[in-house]
């Protein structure tokens, strides 16, 4: 029978942010002002392996929970104790300390390994459960880089269990609906994405976890081979606020004045249309290409582009042309006319970034392509699009990886998009989705061709694919970029590098970070951010095959159901109006959204569509086809009207692309209130009839 190692990790609590959080200065969070909390996705782990533990029938099975972090984090193991946990380990080391995904994920599965070996005296069928991400950090990379770390398969997105058959049974969320899965084989990382039952600490049990030993091991213990700052593949170079919201906010007192802004906005079509999208800047071009061999404007920050801009003028008077014609004279010049804005060694780095010319990478910019059914996930064509963007600046070909089954005949499409090449790798046993197969025919693509940029969607897929490509090939990789911009490091001899931005900390941070000691840069980034060009059947491209010997050992998981939506919902209807799970019940979402789409198209004089949260979609209140967001559809009606609906990052991005977003929820703290143009605080219920009857008087 299984034993379970939960991993819990001690974040910030980003739910109670304040002003004072803030640095004035810079707007970025302090995070010594913020309390210190257990990740509530760990949480939910923990309390789902007890459930598992609970459901297997073997109470004897061992839960061992681990953490990495300070000292401090012995608070998570305490809480841990206090509720279902046999034993806990504390990874501390200040060496271990401003790791990025790799450098986390490499420890945490070398503890793994010795827990196995100490604690569970090397019984190998035990389960690795972990929270899907955490608040902090957000980016879901190191359950599967552990997993890859240990050679194991990952089960992502895990929404509940069944104990059937001697085995479990896990129920996932994948794009376009949900799927029961099984490992082959044992050991197993699983990812918990939503379990809603808490676990509560009972009194002795409290007592008894604040004397209970807690096994603490330092980095020597662990023999890890990718630690801290040092064993990291990606680094911050920035850190800024995020942008205000572009949508108005506005808060709209009764239904009678909605009804107005409803009609006047959709009449006017004053909404948000396409803002907050990739927003085009002047497109980078390599040293060599530009004006002057003096014209460093790509800098990757803006203290650099000044002062290259003044060191560029400098020279001009100094009567340099061009960088190998600056002598010791010239040097002395432009010291003494700086006004003190160089020192010495500050020069000569920066004269030394002048004469580097070459990007700093090699090769291809590559998309590796999602499909379902013989159809290109359209975050695929986004991608295309953005890569071709790359490509272009940094005068190279995109290449797009395509693996499946008979997925051939989609290479034609890709090409259209954009794609110069099509790497296509055919094997049945690619013929359904298996991160481990898919992984290995994926890797070893790019360790034969190497291209220098390697984008990957954010959707579920690739955010469970990216990390294990990634951190087979060893190269770093960031996660949900919603900006990928060239720019150099000329000072640091760089040129041409990928800057990967992306929000951070639940969103009140962006973070702008670049890729090191690897031979490529990767990203998975935000579907609905990128913009697609418009499909050109002229466009001439190549069709490369690549092979890759796979076998059965290779699959790592059976598919036991797969649930996706079905029919037809004519998401390109100017107006659509969706229900979540605030709407209590199939009956309230059939009455009262149903009434409102009609009211709406009589005001209107237009077609409106039905939609749906993921969450209004598990209560069964409607069909699955209806759910909009990450894993349902992405959409950019005229008005998008949300009733009962939070507002969750998932649910959101499938509407950022919408001119005008209306939100109906009765908390007045619910997020999609700051994601939104209009919206109203009251019930469905109360709300939904006096609209109708006011957009039938309008
Ligand atoms: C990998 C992954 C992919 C996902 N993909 C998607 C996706 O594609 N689409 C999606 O939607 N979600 C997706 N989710 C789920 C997402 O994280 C949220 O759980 C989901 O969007 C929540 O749906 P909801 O807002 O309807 O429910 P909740 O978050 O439970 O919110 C219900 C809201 O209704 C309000 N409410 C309650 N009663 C009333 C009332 N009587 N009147 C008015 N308001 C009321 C509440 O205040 C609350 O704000 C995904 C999650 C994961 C992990």
């Known amino acids: 029978m299984s034993d379970y190692i939960v991993l819990v990790k001690q974040v910030p609590d980003v739910s109670q942010i304040t002003d004072n959080a803030f640095d004035p200065e810079t707007g970025t969070l302090i995070r010594t002002r913020l309390a210190s909390v257990v990740n509530e996705l760990d949480a939910q782990a923990l309390a789902f392996a007890s459930y598992m533990r609970q ?12 953490t990495m972090g300070p000292p401090m984090a012995v608070e998570v193991l305490r809480y841990s104790l206090g509720r279902c946990a046999d ?4 990874l501390t080391d200040r060496a271990l300390g401003g790791a990025d995904t790799v450098a986390t994920a490499n420890p945490l599965a070398f503890a793994v390994r010795k827990i196995v070996k ?14 899907m991400q955490s608040v902090d950090g957000d980016t879901a990379q190191v359950p599967p880089q552990m997993a890859e770390e240990l050679g194991l398969p990952c089960i992502a997105y895990v929404t509940s269990a069944e104990f059937k058959r001697n085995r479990f049974e896990f129920t996932r969320i994948i794009s376009g609906g949900s799927q029961v899965v099984a490992p082959k084989k044992l050991p197993a990382v699983v990812t918990v994405a939503k379990y809603e039952y808490p676990l509560f600490a009972s009194f002795t049990k409290t007592r008894w976890a604040n004397e209970a030993e807690v096994i603490t ?13 040092k064993g990291s593949k990606t680094s911050v170079i920035r850190v800024f606020p995020p942008g205000k919201s572009s949508r108005k906010c506005q808060h709209v007192n009764d239904a009678k004045s909605l009804a107005k802004v409803l009609v006047d906005g959709f009449k006017s079509g004053d909404g948000h249309a396409g803002q907050g999208k990739d927003a085009k800047t002047s497109r980078y071009a390599l040293p060599l290409k530009r004006a002057s061999l003096f014209d460093r404007s790509f800098e990757g920050t803006q203290k650099e582009q000044a002062d290259y801009r003044l060191l560029a003028d400098k020279l001009a008077e100094a009567g340099a042309k061009a960088p190998d014609q600056i002598d010791a004279a010239m040097k002395e010049k432009v010291l003494a006319s700086s006004g003190g804005q160089f020192h010495q060694k500050a020069l000569d780095d920066m004269i030394g970034g002048l004469k580097c010319t070459e990007p700093s990478f090699k090769g291809e910019v590559w998309v590796v392509a999602e499909h379902s059914d013989g159809v290109v996930h359209p975050a695929t064509f986004e991608l295309t699009g953005k890569a071709r963007d790359l490509a272009d600046s940094l005068e190279t070909k995109v290449g797009v990886c395509l693996a499946g089954s008979g997925v051939e005949p989609m ?10 090449n099509v790497y296509v790798i055919e094997d049945k ?5 298996d991160a481990i197969a898919y992984r290995k025919a994926i890797a070893d693509a790019i360790n034969t061709y190497w291209p220098q940029i390697v984008l990957y969607a954010a959707t579920p897929q690739g955010r469970m694919l990216a990390p294990m490509v990634s951190y087979r090939v060893g190269c770093g990789l960031t996660a949900d970029c919603t900006g990928l911009d060239i720019r150099d490091s000329s000072r640091k001899g760089d040129i041409g590098l ?7 900390l639940g969103g009140n941070v962006m973070a702008t970070i670049r890729t090191k000691d690897s031979r490529s840069q990767m990203a998975t980034a935000r579907p609905g951010v990128m913009k697609r060009i418009p499909a050109d059947a002229s466009r001439k491209g190549k069709v490369i095959r690549h092979g890759v010997s796979l076998s059965q050992d290779d699959i790592s998981l059976d598919i036991i159901k797969t649930e996706l939506g079905a029919g037809h919902v004519n998401f390109g209807a100017s107006v ?5 799970k605030g709407m209590q019940s199939r009956d309230n979402y059939e009455h009262l959204v149903g009434s409102l789409c009609e009211g709406l198209a009589r005001t209107l004089d237009t077609r409106v569509e039905r939609g749906a949260s993921r969450a209004a979609v598990e209560q069964g209140f409607i069909e699955r086809a209806h759910q909009v967001g990450q894993t349902g559809t992405s959409i950019g009606p005229k008005l998008y009207v949300a009733l009962g609906i939070s507002g969750a990052i998932q649910h959101m991005i499938g509407v950022a692309n919408t001119e005008t977003i209306v939100a109906v929820n009765s908390d007045p703290n619910a997020p999609i209130f700051k994601q939104c143009d209009y919206y109203i605080v009251g019930t469905v219920e109360d709300t939904i009839p006096q609209l109708v009857e006011a957009l039938a008087a309008v």
Do not use: M
Not at 576 to 580: D, E, L, Q, T
């Open 55 to 66: 459901i297997s029938g073997d109470q004897k099975a061992r839960i061992v929970v681990l």
């Open 87 to 90: 034993k806990v380990v504390l």
């Open 118 to 131: 100490e604690i569970l005296k090397n019984d190998h069928d035990y389960y690795v459960v972990c929270g």
């Open 217 to 229: 091991w330092g980095s020597e213990d662990i023999k890890a081979t990718h630690i801290g700052v």
């Open 411 to 420: 290479a034609k499409e890709l090409i259209a998009a954009g794609a110069d």
């Open 429 to 433: 046993l690619l013929a359904v989705f």
């Open 498 to 504: 990928l800057l990967q931005t992306r929000p951070a």
């Open 576 to 580: 659509i109006v969706s229900g979540g």
